[in-house]
């Protein structure tokens, strides 16, 4: 129990010990560039939610105007803070778990250059109003083949290093991060330029874009969340995963099933009724992965659930587990025709969306960056206590915010079906669920200020706690 | 009923059918590979040891042989 809690604490005992293996330089931007983009983008989610309390509030303003700030949250979110956190612990892990160095760090640190390039980019466009008006595609053409081009680069490195490997079976983390490098490719191809071909307008644009947005979340977000959980949670336990067998099944029935479901969204739309069917059945079908996921993640927690007390990767870890459970039996449950009936376009999907994104794999990815960050810095966490209040503003913020957006939502969706309801009405009635979406947001922009303020302090007095070690 | 649809139902099923018959060829290469066979617990303890060292250099850039 003594080995299992000081191998899970943020310290990084062996790393000190040890001489250094990985230089980490490329892990070291992506990380730390992540944790500020996360801070900056949220000051944009707090503004947003302000503006549903008082939709006023910086209105003649026009670079703080709702249609410039939700792009700018949602772009800022997904790539800024969480696809960066991921690339950089994808970069951490996959050379640890085969053995070898990462093939090229100088490609990796221009990567992250260009990645840093692409966030600034997106900045100024979508302040700017330059956007396509696309779900989750809002980044303007030039800035999207950056993408492109930042990506082709980290699949080359990654899979470099995963050719040179020196054991000759892969840890499951390594098939995920592999699944969402070319899982990537085609849906971000399709969401950013196949909706913009010639003749694909109208509902033909709305298809493709529900692909693209839908597996944006499951082909992206889940595969590198789930490799990074996979990674972390024996790590940060210091218990062998349950079953690398279930693992694989998880994994390769995620790979079937996930890629048709984009068309639930669009339910009682004006798309084929066999469209709208297959993506249910598929939508039901992924009980079947999260199952695997989230049994595998438990079972190897038996016996070791003390260790929550004082390792705060894995409350993120586990947390997130929980969360991936509710959001995963929620998305099959209103992909049915008479829930989607209620839910579909209120505010129930993105309370859905914030559990996936932040309250699952965002957790996962910060799990993973306090474990990180004292390792590749050779020192200890700055502040234990500071990562435990980070932790509980976000579990709290998070419960706060996803209950109200459930229930308004749905309570929304009740008013919407009911014609005699002036649809203003239906706007005044959420004033109260929004408000509670302010102050949790509150909460969980001050998680953010702490997390970015305690993984900095590392970083920074990484250097001081060396000197102070040579002079003991 | 006429499908107002067709262009994009088409080519997103174009997409799915590479998609899932890569799947299917990775998962019946893996299944060969041994890694739902009796030794395919072997990576989860593994992954749980940190490398002493690692592999010096090889003559030419070759790449060491790889362990089970």
């Known amino acids: 129990m003594a080995t299992n809690a000081i191998r899970g604490s943020m310290a990084a005992p062996a790393a000190v010990a040890t001489p250094e293996i990985h230089s980490d330089t490329t892990v070291k931007w992506f990380v730390l560039g992540a944790v500020g ?20 509030f910086l209105g003649s303003i026009s670079y703080f105007t709702y249609g410039r700030m939700r792009p700018l949250h949602v772009n800022g979110m997904l790539f800024g803070w969480l696809l960066a956190a991921d690339m950089g612990l994808a970069y951490y892990i996959v050379p640890r778990l085969c053995g070898v160095r990462l093939w090229s760090e100088k490609l990796g640190v ?25 779900e989750y595609g809002d980044l303007p053409t030039p800035v999207a083949v950056l993408v492109v081009i930042a990506w082709v680069m980290f699949g080359i490195n990654i899979f470099a290093t995963i050719a040179r490997r020196k054991y000759n079976q892969m840890y ?26 010639p003749g694909v307008t ?57 890629v048709w479901t984009g068309a639930h969204h669009m339910l009682h739309g004006p798309i084929s009724q066999w469209l709208q069917t297959i993506a249910i059945v598929f939508s039901i079908l992924l009980l079947i992965p999260v199952w695997a996921v989230v049994y595998n993640f438990i079972a190897t927690m038996k016996g070791q659930w003390h260790q929550l007390n004082d390792n705060v990767s894995l409350k993120f870890l586990m947390s997130g587990t929980i969360f991936y459970l509710l ?9 049915l025709r008479s829930v989607n009936a209620i839910v579909s376009k209120t505010d129930w999907i993105p309370g859905h969306a914030h559990m996936a994104v932040l309250g699952t794999f965002s957790f996962m990815a910060m799990a993973g960056v306090y474990y990180v960050v004292p390792r590749i810095f050779h020192t200890t966490l700055h502040s234990e206590a500071v990562a435990n209040w980070s932790f509980w503003l976000f579990l709290i913020g998070g419960l706060g915010m996803f209950t109200a957006l459930w229930l308004g939502g749905f309570w929304q969706g009740w008013q919407w079906n009911n014609p005699s309801i ?5 706007v005044v009635a959420l004033k109260p669920v929004w408000m509670v979406r302010f102050f949790s947001g509150i909460m969980i922009f001050s998680g953010i200020v702490l997390f970015l303020y305690n993984i900095m302090s590392t970083a920074l007095g990484a250097g001081q706690a060396k000197a102070e070690l040579a002079r003991s | 009923m006429t499908d107002y649809t067709w262009q ?13 018959g890569g799947a299917v060829f990775f998962f019946i290469r893996s299944v060969k590979d041994g890694y739902l066979g009796p030794n395919s617990e072997g990576p989860k303890y593994r992954m749980l040891e940190d490398d002493p060292e690692l592999d010096p250099p090889q003559p030419n850039g070759a790449t060491a042989p790889r362990r089970p």
Do not use: E
């Open chain 1, 110 to 134: 221009a990567t992250s250059v260009l990645w840093n390039i692409i966030i600034l980019s997106a900045i100024v466009t979508l302040l700017g109003g330059y956007q396509k008006g696309i």
């Open chain 1, 422 to 426: 002036p649809f203003i009405d239906t």
């Open chain 1, 37 to 56: 983009y996360f801070a900056i983008v949220g000051i944009i989610a707090l503004i947003i939610a302000a503006k549903f309390v008082w939709p006023d």
């Open chain 2, 8 to 20: 994009s139902v088409y080519f997103s099923y174009l997409l799915f059918a590479v998609l899932a």
């Open chain 1, 172 to 197: 499951v983390s390594t098939w995920y991060l592999m699944g969402t490098i070319l899982w990537t490719a085609f849906v971000y191809l399709t969401g950013n330029f196949a909706t913009l071909l």
């Open chain 1, 327 to 335: 959001t995963c039996f929620q998305g099959p449950m209103h992909s």
């Open chain 1, 202 to 258: 109208g509902v033909n644009q709305a298809n493709l874009t529900w692909m693209y947005t839908h597996n944006a979340v499951g082909l992206i977000f889940t595969p590198a969340g789930l490799a990074i959980a996979y990674y972390f949670i024996p790590r940060a336990s210091n218990t062998p995963l349950y079953s690398h067998k279930l693992s694989m099944i998880g994994f390769w029935s995620l790979a079937f099933v996930y």
